[in-house]
């Protein structure tokens, strides 16, 4: 059974890096057919996709957020992560960690979709 | 704001149909598959639709997705008060360079 776990400080103070991780378990974090993702919501908000990571390490931002995100992947941990810089209260989401299926490393995947979910994670930026 | 436009709101009874509409554009829906997430109150969204109108192991047939141009639709039937939840169509935007989501649809079984 493929799970995903999110796990990483719930608080964050103002100017600070947020981290998160995702541990996949149940499935490869190798797949050819399959990136990993970073999704975030914040309350009562919809949905804003962060980034992609291929499990060879190419990654793909959304350009509104390319400037302070890093993520990166740890294959024999079984595990990707996210590294978002210079937060705001605006930042203020659960996060959420995501199997996306593109059916291969092509970029942007001619269909994808996101199909294993983490149950999220509330990350708090306040002083 | 989203690029992909959602209503706000839709409400039926149980048993009725309801549908869920995604307005695009160009650059997003109508060259790009679209696929459907529901997110049960205080849950993780889980795919509903994939590929415009494929349902994944485990989603019944009252589910059903569409696309025509720059929209897609969400189409459910046989109401139950389970699927009390936010919808939420989602798409790659070339222009923005980017996956994205629309605002999501509150449906409420009266």
């Known amino acids: 059974q493929l799970q995903l776990q999110e796990s990483g400080p719930r608080l964050v103070k103002p100017s600070e890096t947020l981290s998160l991780t995702c541990t996949v378990s149940g499935v490869s974090i190798i797949s050819s057919s399959y990136y990993w993702g970073w999704i975030r919501q914040p309350p009562g908000k919809g949905l804003e996709w962060i980034g992609s990571?291929?499990?060879?390490?190419?990654?793909y931002y959304n350009p509104s957020l390319k400037s302070r995100v890093t993520i990166s992947v740890d294959t024999s941990n079984h595990q990707f992560s996210l590294q978002l810089s210079s937060v705001t209260a605006a930042d203020t989401a659960v996060f959420y960690c995501?199997?996306?299926?593109?059916?291969?490393?092509?970029?942007?995947?001619?269909?994808?979709?996101?199909?294993?979910w983490g149950q999220g994670t509330l990350v708090t930026v306040s002083s | 704001q989203s690029v992909l436009t959602q209503p706000p709101s839709v409400s039926a009874a149980p048993g009725q149909k309801v549908t869920i509409s995604c307005f695009g554009s160009s650059s997003n829906i109508a060259n790009n598959y679209v696929s459907w997430y529901q997110q049960l109150p205080g849950t993780a969204p889980k795919l509903l639709i994939f590929?415009?109108?494929i349902r994944p192991s485990g989603i019944p047939d009252r589910f059903s997705g569409s696309k025509s141009g720059t929209s897609a639709t969400l189409g459910i039937t046989g109401l139950q008060t389970g699927d009390e939840a936010d919808y939420y169509c989602?798409?790659?935007?070339?222009?923005?360079?980017?996956?994205?989501f629309g605002g999501g649809t509150r449906l409420t079984v009266l």
């Open positions: 590929d415009n109108n």
């Open positions: 995501a199997r996306m299926y593109s059916g291969g490393w092509f970029w942007p995947p001619p269909n994808f979709y996101f199909d294993y």
């Open positions: 989602g798409t790659w935007d070339s222009s923005l360079s980017g996956v994205v």
């Open positions: 990571i291929y499990y060879s390490g190419t990654t």
